[in-house]
């Protein structure tokens, strides 16, 4: 979506890394964060250890 200027591009002072598909934006980061967060919340709900 940024690419086909969607969504605004807020980059930041980080490497980019193609092969792994990061791209320093706010945006991209926000993004993978949020990813991250669901898979470390799917993970310890399917553990049956929510510990929260």
């Given at each position: 979506m940024q690419e086909a200027g969607l969504?605004?591009?807020h980059p930041l002072?980080?490497?980019r890394?193609?092969?792994?598909?990061?791209y320093p934006t706010i945006e991209g980061v926000l993004a993978q964060l949020l990813a991250?967060?669901?898979l470390a919340f799917g993970f310890i709900?399917?553990?049956?250890k929510p510990g929260i």
């Open positions: 969504i605004s591009l002072a980080l490497p890394f193609d092969w792994l598909g990061f991250i967060a669901a709900m399917a553990t049956g």
